[in-house]
């Protein structure tokens, strides 16, 4: 059911409102608020895209974690320009996100890596993410085997896993608006200040 609400602000700072739209998110969202959409390009220019977690943001950017052999992990490297989506259905909104994703340095993905569960860290081992998969028999063996090699020991990080920060150069808010009216405002980076528009439906 459409909601009556108010146009977004114009003159809010796009990281402010981020903010708000989130918390409330994180109430009324049935599952994984925090799940966006990460949209890459390979060598050939073909899109592709899927389904990761935000782990933080704050005003530098939003910050996934993965395997860097994994098929985005690759082609961030070719080419670190990515898109961001996140849609909360229950709330009728989205953001979108424009930007260039980089590699965190090590201690910032150690830190995020030392505070898994246990079992996903002997995945991160185990997965090679995005490769083939002969029989899913290999890949629970491949979990024991290193269960076994890290009993009662502390799991480093793979060498292949860490995380990048998307920083934002465009941040569009969505909201629904019956009659397909919706309410859109875009802000663009221009230097160290935000310069926003508002946009038709």
Known sequence: MNEIRRSININANPFDL????YEEAKIREINDPNAMNLATV???SRPSSRMV???SYNSLGFVF???LSSKKGIEIKHNSKVALNFHWKSLQKQIRIEGKAKLLNNKEANIYFDSRPRESKISAWASDQSSKLISRAKL?????????KYEGKKIPKPVHWSGFRVVPQLIEFWQDVPFRLHDRIEFVISGKKWKSR???P
Request: glycine fraction near 0%; proline fraction near 0%.
């Open 42 to 44: 390979d060598k050939n």
């Open 53 to 55: 977690l935000l782990k």
């Open 140 to 148: 629970n063996n491949k979990v024991n085997e290193y269960q076994k």
């Open 198 to 200: 508002r946009l038709y």
């Open 18 to 21: 981020f903010d708000k739209w």
């Open 65 to 67: 974690f993965t395997n």
